[in-house]
T-cell receptor, first 112, second 115 residues
């Protein structure tokens, strides 16, 4: 089955810095890669996603890049703010399965 | 528009008991998925229901079961509880039943503690 590795497990940055979280996947059939943000006491919320026919996608301060050859994808957050502090999860799945495999999560801490 | 509602928010049960968790999806959403979240294993997919039918199932033992009603509300049942079942159980609803292919909205979860 699919295996998703996510790094780092904890990321501490100063407000205004950029943050990068990386995930690698094992199943070359995976073709959809969403990123979720989970704040304390809340359920995960989709923040951005990318499909395998696209190399990069941006939404304001957030971007995701995908390298299908290397089987890895990354979340980039620029100009971080304290409200970006949360746990971020990546996931991978392919159309035939509909079963998502999640990374272990990255706890992002943005210091004011 | 109301979000995904999970009840109860917190639950404490004894080993060997059974438990039922409830999830009310966003109005109009027909797909409901369930996940188990633990510090050790992270987020793991349990199963997904669409139009009262289980369409997808993760790798969990048969003690974990679920169902969906005609109004799309879903329940998850865990029988013969074990200490390792202590976790945050999340449900997510989506519009057209393609799982995470369309945006899945998560509830706040039910925190189950087995003692």
């Amino acid at each position: 089955g699919e295996n998703v590795e996510q790094h780092p497990s904890t990321l501490s940055v100063q407000e205004g810095d950029s943050a990068v979280i990386k995930c690698t996947y094992s199943d070359s059939a995976s073709n959809y890669f969403p990123w979720y943000k989970q704040e304390l006491g809340k359920g995960p919320q989709l923040i951005i996603d990318i499909r395998s026919n696209v190399g990069e996608k941006k939404d304001q301060r957030i971007a995701v890049t995908l390298n299908k050859t290397a089987k890895h994808f990354s979340l980039h957050i620029t100009e971080t703010q304290p409200e970006d502090s949360a746990v971020y999860f990546c996931a991978a799945l392919y159309k035939g399965s509909y079963i998502p495999t999640f990374g272990r999560g990255t706890s992002l801490i943005v210091h004011p | 528009k109301a979000g995904v509602t999970q009840t109860p928010r917190y639950l404490i049960k004894t080993r060997g008991q059974q438990v039922t968790l409830s999830c009310s999806p966003i109005s109009g959403h027909r797909s409901v998925s369930w996940y188990q979240q633990t510090p050790g294993q992270g987020l793991q997919f349990l199963f997904e229901y669409f139009s009262e039918t289980q369409r997808n199932k993760g790798n969990f033992p048969g003690r974990f079961s679920g169902r969906q009603f005609s109004n799309s509300r879903s329940e998850m049942n865990v029988s013969t509880l074990e200490l390792g079942d202590s976790a945050l159980y999340l449900c997510a609803s989506s519009l057209d039943g393609t799982g995470l292919y369309t945006e899945a909205f998560f509830g706040q979860g039910t925190r189950l503690t087995v003692v």
